[in-house]
Every structure is written in C-alpha cells, then in structure tokens.
T-cell receptor
Framework: AQSVAQPEDQVNVAEGNPLTVKCTYS??????LFWYVQYPNRGLQFLLK??????LVKGSYGFEAEFNKSQTSFHLKKPSALVSDSALYFC??????????FGAGTRLTVKP | DTGVSQDPRHKITKRGQNVTFRCDPI?????LYWYRQTLGQGPEFLTY????????KSRLLSDRFSAERPKGSFSTLEIQRTEQGDSAMYLC????????????FGPGTRLTVL
C-alpha cells in the first residue's frame, strides 16, 4: 500500500526567503504525486502534480516541486516566500490502486 | 460559483442519531470522492464513485456508513447510529476520470457528535 510522510509539522520562514516543505513517499510502481494547500475555513486547493516527464514541476502561486525517484521525495519549494503563503500544506500520492493517500500536513508560517 | 459544494457546512447531532450529507460536484466531473479529516491529520479516503458506480470503499467505511450517487451527479453520505468518534470534517472532491487528474475539494461538512 502506498504511504506518504511529511517529516515536519511546522516550517517557519521569513518573508522573501526561500521555502521548502518536505515530502517522502512509498508506493508500488510509478507514483502520481500531488501538493494541496488548505487555508483556514476553506477547502483544499490543488497546487501542482507530478505524473511523468520533467522532474521539476511548476504550479500555482509560484510554487514548484522536484520529483526525486532515488530518494522517493517530492519536496515543495518557492524561491521567495510571501506572508500570504502561510497555510497548511498536504502532499499526496496515488498509485495504480487508485487510492489517494495524504500526508499529515505541514503548517507553513511566513513572518514579515 | 461552479466549484464543489457541500451541505450542510456544520452538523451537530446526538450520539445514536443518523445524519446525511450532500455533495454536488463540478458538473463535468464523473468521479466523486469522500474523505474524512480529523484535527492534525490529512484527509483519509473513504470511498469514490465513477458516474453512479461505487468503485472502491476504504476499510474505514464501517457498515454504519453508506454512500450513494444515484444519477451520477450529486452524492450523499449517510452515517447511521452516530458515535462520538465520527466527529470530523467530511470532505467531498470531484475530478475527471483518470488517476492522474487532480481532485477539486469542497469546503467540507463539520460533524460534531455529542
């Protein structure tokens, strides 16, 4: 069965600095990998996904993520953080069974 | 708003009562998913439909839970004989067919069982 781990409950960065939110996964076969963001009192919003091809994928709001097959990682990155990026971020993985498995989430706080 | 909608947004009930939640997906999406999310956790998969067919159910979905999507459009999730452990946010999502397609989530229904 597939699984996903987000090793950090909380990430704090200063506005303007680069940010990284980590995600590692375990899956049989080739994974489909996703990042979602959840703002307070709002539903999860899709940010980006990796299906195949280029290991660096770009998504909404200036976010990008790098797929690393050897390290089974899919870390979310942004070159310059904004205070408005503060939210809860979820990594998710899907394999051929079709189930989507989410991580426990990482709370990102960007301080002015 | 043409996104995924859920009704009600909040439900408070007493232990032992039955509750039903509704989800209206994005109209052109033929897949519909139900998840449960508790505080400090990511969403946990419950079940999903492709059109009106229920294709998969998680073992989390005990026999007190039932979901339907009778005409392949909206879906209902019913919980019978609610327990305090059922208190959670219930999320609905929809997508186009294909495991590589992203899911679009509704705002959720928060259930509190007293």
């Amino acid at each position: 069965a597939q699984s996903v781990a987000q090793p950090e409950d909380q990430v704090n960065v200063a506005e303007g600095n680069p940010l990284t939110v980590k995600c590692t996964y375990s899956v049989s076969g080739n994974p489909y990998l996703f990042w979602y963001v959840q703002y307070p009192n709002r539903g999860l919003q899709f940010l980006l996904k990796y299906i195949t091809g280029d290991n660096l994928v770009k998504g909404s709001y200036g976010f990008e993520a790098e797929f690393n097959k050897s390290q089974t990682s899919f870390h979310l990155k942004k070159p310059s953080a904004l205070v408005s990026d503060s939210a809860l971020y979820f990594c998710a993985v899907r394999d051929i069974s079709g189930d989507m498995r989410f991580g426990a989430g990482t709370r990102l706080t960007v301080k002015p | 708003d043409t996104g995924v909608s859920q009704d009600p947004r909040h439900k408070i009930t007493k232990r032992g009562q039955n509750v039903t939640f509704r989800c209206d997906p994005i109209s052109e999406h033929n897949r519909l998913y139900w998840y449960r999310q508790t505080l400090g956790q990511g969403p946990e998969f419950l079940t999903y439909f492709q059109n009106e067919a229920q294709l998969e159910k998680s073992r989390l979905l005990s026999d007190r839970f039932s979901a339907e999507r009778p005409k392949g459009s909206f879906s209902t999730l019913e919980i019978q004989r609610t327990e305090q452990g059922d208190s959670a946010m219930y999320l609905c999502a929809s997508s186009l067919a294909g495991d590589y397609n992203e899911q679009f989530f509704g705002p959720g229904t928060r259930l509190t069982v007293l």
